[in-house]
């Protein structure tokens, strides 16, 4: 388990901070972005459940995926090694499998698509939309990260997972999708 008893401990003072195995980068480095914006993500997500109200399902699924998007955080922080002196934390293939089961179990509900969504409706799905977009932009970063290194590959299948989830977790928060605001293209020509 983890133990923080002093939050500040001036090592990044100068621009730098430590990764999962001691190595110390830029904190512009292209693994501390990525692993950022995944922290983004998870912020986002505590504005959503703070918003969720009733709905014990869905702050469930959130509560998982809070934790996941630590796990992911931790994944991408420790460089992938062949042969590591540990076992680091790693995202899963059950991890990727319950954002799946969990998509097609709201998606049942919810007629398809005849057009895109535009992000907004309730506070909830806009908070939704929010958080997909940050997982998308963590996903930008852990592609161009995993260009220049080697990264667990299940870490890309779970971003990617994860922002079609809350696209249909936003959709399920508007009335499964009877209260989405709809693209309407060329409309304003």
């Known amino acids: 388990?983890?133990?923080?008893?002093?939050?500040?401990?001036?090592?990044?003072?100068?621009?730098?901070?430590?990764?999962?195995?001691g190595d110390r980068v830029p904190k512009h480095d292209a693994r501390v972005t990525a692993y950022g914006a995944v922290d983004e993500c998870n912020s986002v997500l505590g504005l959503v459940r703070r918003d969720i109200g009733s709905d014990e399902a869905a702050d469930t699924m959130l509560v998982r995926i809070q934790n996941d998007l630590f796990d992911l955080g931790a994944d991408l922080c420790t460089p992938y090694q062949d042969d590591p002196k540990w076992v680091p934390l790693r995202i899963s293939q059950g991890q990727v499998d319950r954002l799946e089961a969990e998509i097609d179990a709201m998606n049942a509900d919810i007629p398809p698509l005849k057009s895109f969504v535009l992000p907004g409706g309730?506070?909830?799905?806009?908070?939704?939309?929010?958080?997909?977009?940050?997982?998308?932009?963590?996903?930008?970063?852990?592609?161009?990260?995993?260009?220049?290194?080697?990264?667990?590959?299940?870490?890309?299948?779970?971003?990617?997972?994860?922002?079609?989830?809350l696209f249909v977790m936003a959709r399920a928060q508007n009335n499964n999708g009877a209260d989405d605001f709809v693209w309407m293209p060329g409309e304003n020509r």
Do not use: C, F
């Open 1 to 21: 388990m983890v133990k923080l008893d002093k939050i500040y401990t001036r090592g990044g003072d100068k621009g730098q901070t430590s990764l999962g195995n």
């Open 122 to 165: 309730s506070a909830v799905s806009s908070w939704l939309h929010l958080a997909r977009t940050i997982a998308r932009r963590a996903e930008r970063h852990m592609t161009l990260l995993a260009e220049k290194e080697k990264i667990n590959p299940l870490a890309l299948v779970y971003i990617n997972r994860l922002s079609d989830h």
